[in-house]
C-alpha cells in the first residue's frame, strides 16, 4: 500500500480518498488545502475509530510533513489506509 504521496502528485492525480489536516483548528482555520477535515493530531491519534473506517483512504497532512508522517504510521498499524502528503500544508503553498 502506498504510504507516501508528493504534493505534485496528489494534485496532478487527485487520488480518491479524505483529505485529513491534523494541524491545531487555529491554523486549519487560518488557511487550509480545499476540501480538507479538520481532525488535531491529539484526536485522531486517540479515537481513529471515532474518525476513520478501514475502508477508506485517507490523505493526511500537517504543516511540513513530519508529524503526518509518524500519524500515518501508527493509523496504518492499525489498519487504516493513510497515506501521507510529503511536504504537507508548506508544499502545498508552493504548487497551489
Avoid at 486549519?28 to 475509530?49: D, Q, R, S, T, V
Avoid at 493526511?60 to 500519524?71: F, L
Avoid at 496504518?76 to 501521507?84: D, F, H, M, P, V
Amino acid at each position: 500500500m502506498l504510504s507516501n504521496i508528493s504534493m505534485s502528485d496528489f494534485l496532478k492525480y487527485l487520488p480518491s480518498g479524505q483529505i485529513i489536516d491534523i494541524r491545531s483548528i487555529e491554523k486549519y482555520n487560518h488557511n487550509h488545502i480545499p476540501n480538507a477535515k479538520n481532525i488535531p493530531m491529539e484526536k485522531l491519534i486517540a479515537e481513529p475509530e471515532k474518525y476513520l473506517n478501514r475502508f477508506e483512504n485517507y490523505y493526511i497532512y500537517c504543516q511540513n510533513g513530519i508529524k503526518s508522517k509518524k500519524v500515518c504510521q501508527i493509523l496504518r498499524s492499525l489498519g487504516y489506509k493513510a497515506i501521507n502528503i510529503d511536504g504537507g500544508y508548506e508544499s502545498w503553498i508552493l504548487e497551489k
